[in-house]
């Protein structure tokens, strides 16, 4: 057994049910674990003492939605563009374009450069919806990230031929094949790491997943005891699809055939029924409260086409469990917090909603509930010892009262020093140890130039990146 104790400024400690903010505190670790919280000294012994009385120590924050294998490919691509014959959503010219795209190696580049991404903006804790699985578990696992790794599948695949509506093209075997890796998947890299790196099931987005798929897949999990995430109520067009198909909302629909529940994370619902977005009557968020459901929200991947949900406080209102995720690139869990509070007062035209301790409690208790782990999310005797540094006298979070506020609505990625997962050192003084990020990002330039060139190959119209996605500026004329 190896114990250090950590002495700090300011703790973010867990007590009575929910976070407390804790002066000049002592956290005490036996190898992975938290053994003792409080004021005052510890005078028992130390193997190693951490000086961290100028600095803020909070939990991890557990990162609910991610796609690592595409997600900073999305960068100089995506932005300032939503078709509005899609409502907004370039789920169905520019990811089907750039998915035809992207070949191996840039996804592999993708997911080494979103590691640090990930360590450098607060997550400890990642959920990843991919399709690298086997390389997310490696450099998972080599970087001591704490991760839940699912392989998508689906019985189908949407796209468009015209530019103007959806059509969707369905596998013979209904997906199962792909199910079948995906569950053996999980079995061969479950409680890798010292138990850091585990599995769960994620068919992809409903409008592309039969009934039979979704059932086979909430039987699987309940036998295995696995959490499912699925996307959910994303786009009008996928809501207007399933309430063609079944005559209720999506929410309703995943209701009525059973497959809702306090194991499943749904991800996004931004466009349930009741909001303006679909204007179609229903009470899906009670319907996600009453069972027990989880939510991801993702805010940026929508904010930045100009698509809110109606509201995150008014889920939180009515009961639901809310998590947060980052999707797409960025991907901070620092801007995630912040984008939730401010698109929600913005929405309710309220600032006493989503507070800072509102989606500070949803990035760490939240995503904890989500995944079934008590041990997460929380500074507490028993937890895992996931745990972030913060300075505590910088330009960004001076002066210092409330931590919490400071981290929401202050904080940039230069103020997270550190970050510990099960007890050890993922990052240091800014540094994540062992990779060379000049090298991360030249990959991944590589893979993007590649993905770029190819663009036109999976279009509909066989645009190219210029045509499809515009520089901010025209080129300068020499």
């Not at 409330?402 to 003084?429: C, T, W």
Request: aromatic content about 8%.
């Amino acid at each position: 057994m190896v114990r250090k104790v950590i002495q700090a400024g300011h703790v973010i400690a867990y007590q009575d049910g929910g976070h407390r903010h804790l002066k000049d505190g002592v956290i005490v670790i036996e190898d992975d674990r938290i053994t003792h919280v409080g004021g005052g000294s510890f005078d028992g012994h130390a193997d190693e003492i951490i000086d961290a009385r100028d600095k803020i120590v909070t939990p991890g924050f557990i990162n609910t939605h991610a796609h690592l294998s595409e997600s900073p490919l999305d960068r100089s691509f995506v932005e300032d563009r939503g078709p509005r014959n899609f409502y907004l959503s370039g789920l169905f010219e520019f990811l089907t374009a750039r998915d035809g795209a992207i070949t191996e190696q840039a996804r592999r580049a993708s997911v080494a450069s979103s590691i640090p991404e990930l360590i450098r903006t607060g997550t400890t804790t990642i959920v990843e919806m991919g399709l690298q699985g086997n390389y997310v578990a490696e450099q998972s696992e080599k970087a001591g990230l704490r991760a839940y790794i699912g392989e998508m599948y689906r019985s189908g695949r949407w796209f468009t031929n015209d530019g103007k509506s959806v059509q969707y093209q369905w596998c013979e075997d209904d997906g199962v094949a792909a199910m079948e890796h995906a569950v053996d998947f999980v079995k061969a890299i479950d409680g890798r790491a010292n138990g850091r790196i585990k599995g769960f099931l994620t068919p992809s987005q409903i409008d592309t997943c039969s009934e039979a798929l979704l059932r086979r897949t909430h039987a699987v999990a309940a036998e295995m005891k696995l959490p499912v995430a699925l996307h959910t109520s994303q786009s009008v067009p996928e809501f207007q699809e399933m309430v063609r198909r079944n005559g209720c909302s999506p929410v309703e629909w995943l209701e009525k055939i059973g497959f809702l529940g306090a194991n499943v994370i749904l991800g996004h619902v931004i466009m349930p029924g009741g909001s303006s977005w679909t204007n179609y009557h229903a009470d899906d968020i009670g319907i996600l409260a009453d069972t027990g459901t989880n939510v991801a929200h993702a805010v940026w991947v929508f904010a930045r086409r100009g698509i809110a949900m109606e509201s995150y406080s008014k889920y939180l209102a009515r009961g639901v469990n809310m998590t947060l995720g980052t999707d797409t690139c960025p991907q901070s869990m620092i801007e995630a917090l912040r984008w939730t509070a401010v698109i929600s007062k913005i929405m309710d035209r309220r600032t006493e909603v989503a507070t800072a301790a509102d989606v500070f409690s949803s990035a760490t208790l939240g995503g904890a509930k989500s995944l079934g782990r008590d041990d997460l999310g929380r500074i507490s005797a028993g937890a895992k010892a996931d745990l972030l540094f913060w300075e505590g006298a910088s330009l960004f979070m001076t002066p210092m009262r409330d931590p919490v506020r400071n981290i929401v609505y202050s904080a940039q990625a230069e103020d997270l020093n550190s970050s510990m997962v099960d007890g050890n050192f993922i990052m240091k003084d800014r540094v994540v140890p062992n990779l060379d990020i000049a090298a991360l990002t030249a990959d991944l330039q590589k893979g993007a130039q590649d993905m770029w060139d190819n663009m036109h190959r999976e279009d509909w119209a066989k645009r190219d990146i210029n045509a499809l996605s515009p520089e901010s500026y025209p080129e300068f004329r020499r």
